[in-house]
């Protein structure tokens, strides 16, 4: 039986807990932090914690929130590895806040932000198939991804870089993926314009094709004038335009 003095003393232990853990993450001690959270208790904790971290970001500048994200990340991650070691999957709020986390660094041009790293976690979460936060209120965790990715391949090419080897790895998972048609149409149509800048016309007439097939009047793929360069091209060489499979039909068309 629960008596009152029981469960008084469960909920000062449970407090205990949390401040020991507010301890570890705000002076930064990874390895107390991975140690106070080997229980469900010690992980609920780990979660309350981020939780208040959450609404500490709010109402701060960009630059703030990076910093803070930095500093309180390096932490989190800690109990993240020691999660991803285990191979034990279940819903992990902190998993998932920190793949956010790292993309918001890695878009700010922030050092801590790790296109590998965000891949790797990227990557763990869709194939867990965890959740996103209820502030997500209108995606599944692949449509994140992806737009994710998407967002930040187009901040590279502006800036003159490559954004492979991240970019071709989504595009290669999305039909595996849950992710909306105009998602896939947008991916279609950035690997044509790359394509078009490497001279590969045929695999860029393959790919602004597809985007073209997958185009809504809603979310238009808008390559027209891009596609008619490259058949151009194509009429030019004496290539014959290559054959397109129309994939449209096995997209999510939300």
């Known amino acids: 039986m629960t008596t009152p003095a029981r469960l008084w003393a469960e909920r000062k232990r449970n407090e ?11 002076s930064a001690d990874a390895k ?32 703030e929130k990076a910093a803070l994200k930095s500093e309180r990340f390096k932490v989190y991650m800690a109990h993240v590895i020691e999660y991803m070691n285990q191979g034990e999957v279940y819903a992990n709020p902190v998993l998932v806040e920190m793949m956010i986390w790292c993309f918001d660094l890695l878009m700010a041009k922030h050092p801590a932000g790790n296109a590998v790293l965000f891949e ?22 692949a449509t994140f991804v992806a737009d994710s990715v998407m967002q930040w391949a187009l901040q590279q090419v502006k800036l003159k870089h490559s954004p492979d080897p991240l970019f071709t790895k989504v595009f290669n998972a999305l039909p595996t993926w849950t992710v909306p ?3 896939l149409m947008k991916y279609h149509k950035l690997a044509g314009q790359l394509a078009t800048d490497k001279g590969e016309w045929e695999a860029a007439f393959v790919q602004l094709t597809k985007a073209d097939l997958l185009s809504t009047p809603k979310h238009p793929a808008k390559v027209t004038t891009l596609k008619k360069q490259v058949v151009k091209e194509l009429e030019k060489q004496g290539i014959p335009l290559p054959s397109v499979d129309n994939d449209s039909k096995e997209a999510d068309t939300e």
């Open 16 to 26: 205990r807990e949390q401040a020991q853990t507010r301890a570890a993450i705000e």
């Open 32 to 63: 107390a932090v991975t140690e106070l959270t080997t229980t469900a208790t010690g992980f609920e904790s780990l979660c309350m914690n981020l939780e208040q971290d959450l609404v500490l970001l709010s109402g701060k500048s960009l630059e």
């Open 120 to 141: 790797k976690l990227a990557m763990q979460c869709v194939d867990e198939g965890q959740k996103l936060p209820a502030r997500f209120t209108s995606k599944n965790i």
């Open 181 to 183: 048609q105009a998602v």
